[in-house]
């Protein structure tokens, strides 16, 4: 399999993270694709790789491509290799994907339409039609998403639960992006420091190119 990947991009450190848990890094190769240069908007990455022009992406051996962290992470956790990120049981199943969906739309996404829209993003060559006011407007949510998250983390250990799992994968992800925009978790927002300080000492965080020096700490 490979994987089209930016190396220390939030979205695509999100499948290297799964991959680092379940063990599965050897089965892939990855194949870098340079934003900054737009390499993801290039019509022939469009037309064969992911439509929506972004990173990262799953190549299967026939040639198959599967667009969207979630549905990479889904796959992946189908093979072997533990532990299960995606749940177990319906009940489970249900839970992590309704607080991965979430973190992504509350925080993530947030974070990312910020950075497009409210920052020089990618740069000029990329970044063909930028809202400011939509990127401000955004960040602000994102801050609220970061509450949101701090008020689930005081009530339990891990974003869908007592289990670590794709949901906090997506939240480390929007952290990550957080950081990257110089855009600080609230002071008060003790639980979702604590459970990010407890994140960023794991393995399968720790040791990803994004978090490399001093740039992913949580303010
Ligand atoms: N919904 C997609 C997913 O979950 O995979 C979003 C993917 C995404 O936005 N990826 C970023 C991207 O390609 C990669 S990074 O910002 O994390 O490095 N951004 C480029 C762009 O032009 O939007």
Redesign the pocket.
Known sequence: MKIYD?P???????VRIALAEKRLQSRVRFVMVD?YK?E??RPEFIATKNY?????VLELDDGTCI????A?TEYLDTLDGQPTLTGRTPRDKGIIHMMSKRA?IEL??AV?VY??HGTP??GPH??VSQNPEWGFRQRDKAVRGMRYFDAVLSRQPYVAGEAFSMADITVI?GLL?ASLVALPVPEECEALRSWYARMLQRESVRDQPAFAGSAAVAD
């Open positions: 930016f220390t991009g939030p979205y695509p450190t999100r934003l737009g993801h908007k929506s022009g972004t990173l990262p667009g969207e962290c979630t990479i992504e993530l996404d990312s950075f497009h993003g990618l990329v970044e992800g992006f």
